[in-house]
């Protein structure tokens, strides 16, 4: 048994940093993927985060994408951030992607 916390616990944390430290910038963030869902079945667990900021921060992104490194190395999962401007969300909005994550993800923004 591992002392690693749950990873639904590094989804809640990596939004909850995301949020205090970027929360002006974040439209919406949603949190998916097998860990967020509850099929890791214990390995190879990934969290998957749809990101739209409300203009292209291309320094905005790096910080967001650095932190979920951190939380990632912090809960034993790896993070796969997508960042997308408010605008390029908007237009493509029934990308198959943006649905999947929309429908089967938490949002915490």
Known sequence: MSDAP??????DAFAARARADYGESIRDLVVFGDAVRGDDRGVHTSVEVLLVL?????????????????????????????????????????????RTALEDGRSYV
């Not at 749950?6 to 989804?11: E, K, L, R, V």
């Not at 320094?59 to 190395?73: D, M, N, P, Q, S």
């Open 54 to 98: 409300m203009e292209a921060d291309e320094e905005i992104e790096r910080r967001l994408e650095a932190l979920a490194e951190t939380v990632g190395l912090e809960h034993g999962v790896v993070f796969s951030v997508h960042v997308l401007p408010a605008d390029r969300f908007d237009a493509q909005s029934d990308h198959p992607f943006i």
């Open 6 to 11: 749950p990873q639904g616990d590094a989804a």
